[in-house]
């Protein structure tokens, strides 16, 4: 895994490069923010292809778990990857009202999610 630390203001938001799956647990991403943090960074970029699929199933509750993390600890998070085919109309719904507010954005690009979290 690797951070890449874009400049943003006084801080930076921290990309995280890596592969196969980086978060499969909730204890996973906790630890991942908890470095972010340390390193002096609240905003994280992470791919979807670093995700356990169980996160996009809603029913596993492993993304509300993971965000409220984010939210307990006013922490920003983008995830980049394509979510135009998604089937399941909660999580295209999840995705929809998570975009309008300001903490979680799904994102197409890099570009995309350097915007949002900027």
């Not at 390193?39 to 492993?62: H, P, V, W």
């Not at 993971?66 to 979510?83: C, D, P, T, Y």
């Not at 975009?99 to 995309?112: H, I, M, T």
């Amino acid at each position: 895994m690797k951070i890449i630390q874009h400049p943003s203001g006084d801080d930076f938001i921290a990309e995280i490069i890596g592969e196969g799956l980086i978060i499969q647990s909730e204890e996973e991403a906790k630890n991942l923010l908890m470095t972010i943090r340390f390193e002096g960074s609240d905003r994280l970029i992470l791919y979807q292809k670093n995700i356990t699929a169980d996160f996009f199933d809603l029913s596993t509750k492993l993304a509300g778990n993971v965000l409220q993390h984010f939210s307990n600890f006013r922490a920003q998070l983008a995830i980049v990857g394509s979510f135009e085919n998604i089937v399941s109309q909660s999580l295209q719904d999840f995705i929809y009202e998570s975009n309008k507010g300001k903490r979680v954005y799904f994102a197409e690009s890099l570009d995309e999610a350097l915007k949002a979290l900027s």
